[in-house]
């Protein structure tokens, strides 16, 4: 399984972006996605998640602002950022978790894109 992410960039205080990650195989209709941001000198936190069955879960400090959701017909999952801080710059990154024998959870990292929110 691979993740690519993309949709990073460089942004005022209020703005708007909106980062996608395409997921290569046939996992990823069963798989729950997930964005997670490290900012430096911090620990790596989940932002959000949708399961398979859609239900969506948020970190409380992007709640009302940012919005997850997938697309199984082209393997992606988005995350809609909105009214964007500067505590939210970060590098983000896309987070399979993919259900294997025996129920196992098998995690699935995309190589991370920065998010830069200037004051």
């Known amino acids: 399984v691979q993740l690519q992410a993309s949709g990073g960039g460089l942004v005022q205080t209020g703005g708007s972006l909106r980062l996608s990650c395409v997921a290569s195989?046939?996992?990823?209709?069963?798989?729950?996605m997930g964005w997670y941001r490290q900012a430096p000198g911090k620990q790596r936190e989940l932002v959000a998640s949708i399961t398979s069955g859609s239900s969506t879960n948020y970190v409380d400090s992007v709640k009302g602002r940012f919005t997850i959701s997938r697309d199984n017909a082209k393997n992606t999952v988005y995350l809609q950022m909105n009214s964007l801080k500067p505590e939210d710059t970060a590098v983000y990154y896309c987070?399979?978790?993919?259900?294997?024998?025996?129920?196992?959870?098998?995690?699935?990292w995309g190589k991370g894109t920065q998010v830069t929110v200037s004051s």
């Open positions: 987070n399979a978790k993919v259900p294997s024998f025996l129920s196992i959870v098998v995690d699935y």
């Open positions: 195989g046939s996992i990823f209709s069963r798989s729950t």
